[in-house]
């Protein structure tokens, strides 16, 4: 999801630590420390439970709040490839390392409708790339790994997507939307003369 399906800008972060008087990249740097993000990627921990994590680690509980209010921006070029493979009837499934307020995002994203399947990590406990990932991924689409096609913009979870024998790309951007849709089928062009 995040990184191809959905979009941050860093600017956001940016501001609140600039209000709080926090060094560049400290949200992220520690809310992403293996220990606190990953209890609640697997489901050992809420989302909640990692905030407060977060807020006790920095001592800002109220930059913490003001960072989680911005839940991102949909990439509508991913969106509208999303819509035209499922027009075409490919299943289409979202595979994220997630937190429990995953449905509450895709919820305020008005995202919930647009795919066949969610994959949260948290709720197979679970998380990318670990083999039983994939294979719970590819499950739940009902379609065998040789069969999925994994997007994602880690190098690190491309690669686990491939050791699980599933074909994956590394997204840098829009420019890969004409090869996904090569590789999913799809026409490239749908323009017609009037």
Same mark, same amino acid.
């Given at each position: 999801m995040d990184g191809v399906l959905r979009?941050?800008? #860093?600017? +956001? @972060?940016?501001? +609140?630590?600039?209000r709080y008087e926090l060094p560049p990249g400290t949200l992220a740097r520690t809310a992403f420390t293996p220990s606190r993000v990953i209890p609640a990627i697997t489901g050992e921990a809420s989302h909640a439970d990692w905030m @407060? @994590? +977060?807020a006790e680690a920095l001592g800002? #509980?109220?930059?913490v709040v003001e960072w989680e209010l911005y839940r991102g921006e949909v990439? #509508?070029?991913v969106l509208g490839l999303v819509r035209e493979a499922r027009a075409a /009837?490919?299943?289409? /499934?979202?595979a994220t390392n997630a937190t429990d307020r995953l449905d509450a995002d895709l919820a305020l994203l008005d995202l919930v409708d647009e795919l066949d399947v969610v994959i949260n990590s948290s709720v197979i406990r679970v998380a990318k790339p670990a083999p039983g990932y994939f294979q719970a991924a590819c499950a739940q689409l009902g379609i065998p790994p040789r069969q999925c096609l994994f997007v994602d913009d880690s190098e690190?979870?491309?690669n686990g997507a491939r050791?699980? /024998?599933l074909s994956a790309l590394r997204w840098s951007g829009p420019v890969d939307l004409p090869y996904v849709r090569a590789a999913l089928g799809l026409a490239t062009?749908? @323009?017609s003369p009037e």
């Open positions: 979009r941050w800008d #860093p600017q +956001v @972060s940016l501001t +609140v630590e600039q @407060s @994590s +977060v800002e #509980p109220e930059a990439d #509508p070029d /009837g490919i299943r289409t /499934g979202l690190r979870y491309v050791a699980a /024998g062009a749908t @323009s």
